[in-house]
T-cell receptor, first 116, second 116 residues
């Protein structure tokens, strides 16, 4: 129930295209859904995050769509650029009384390659 | 700020040897996390500390692993004895204080451990 399932495992997109990465969760106590971006040789870094009280959040070319009833959320990268090539992790966490003490539960990651 | 500092960046050792990984969190951050990243299992939380006190070590794989945080600016993760299956990238992350599920975690660059 603590798992976050992420797909696809890898994704190849042409420059200018839309990259879409999906995640699903089971634990209804999760109330925070961040996406982290990781470049080779670096640690993950927070990209964008959403709370379940909204269905969408946009920051520049990056958008999170959230479907509470389906327990799914996704990352959309518009006008994908070669510099976006990285591994993307979705994550989820719950409040202290949600059982996970606020810890982040990560998906397995999606390796995105944007071709020029 | 220099960010989270980890050392060494790379470690190659032989099976049975003791390995010590080090982490210096961001100054002023009171929560510290140790993660392990592998292709098969993704990012796994091993242990985390609040105000130098271990809060959740349920992710520590077995007794061969131990972690300490003697003060607010230093933590170690020790593996004794090491085994080939411990080969992974180990990340340290810190956050201001893990009292909310929305606190951002800042990751270090990681230590790539290879056990031969």
């Amino acid at each position: 129930q603590q798992q976050v399932k992420q797909s696809p495992q890898s994704l190849i997109v042409q420059k200018g295209g839309i990259s879409i990465i999906n995640c699903a969760y089971e634990n209804t106590a999760f109330d925070y859904f961040p996406w982290y971006q990781q470049f080779p040789g670096k640690g993950p870094a927070l990209l964008i995050a959403i709370r379940p009280d909204v269905s969408e959040k946009k920051e520049g070319r990056f958008t999170i769509s959230f479907n509470k009833s389906a327990k799914q959320f996704s990352l959309h990268i518009m006008d994908s650029q070669p510099g976006d090539s990285a591994t993307y992790f979705c994550a989820a966490s719950a409040n202290w009384d949600g059982g996970s003490q606020g810890n982040l539960i990560f998906g397995k990651g999606t390796k995105l390659s944007v071709k020029p | 700020d220099a960010g989270v500092i980890q050392s060494p960046r790379h470690e190659v050792t032989e099976m049975g040897q003791e390995v010590t990984l080090r982490c210096k969190p961001i100054s002023g951050h009171n929560s510290l996390f140790w993660y392990r990243q592998t292709m098969m299992r993704g990012l796994e939380l091993l242990i985390y500390f609040n105000n130098n006190v271990p809060i959740d070590d349920s992710g520590m794989p077995e007794d061969r692993f131990s972690a300490k945080m003697p003060n607010a600016s230093f933590s170690t993760l020790k593996i004794q004895p090491s085994e080939p299956r411990d080969s992974a990238v180990y990340f340290c992350a810190s956050s201001p204080l893990q009292r909310s599920s929305t606190d951002t975690q800042y990751f270090g660059p990681g230590t790539r451990l290879t056990v031969l």
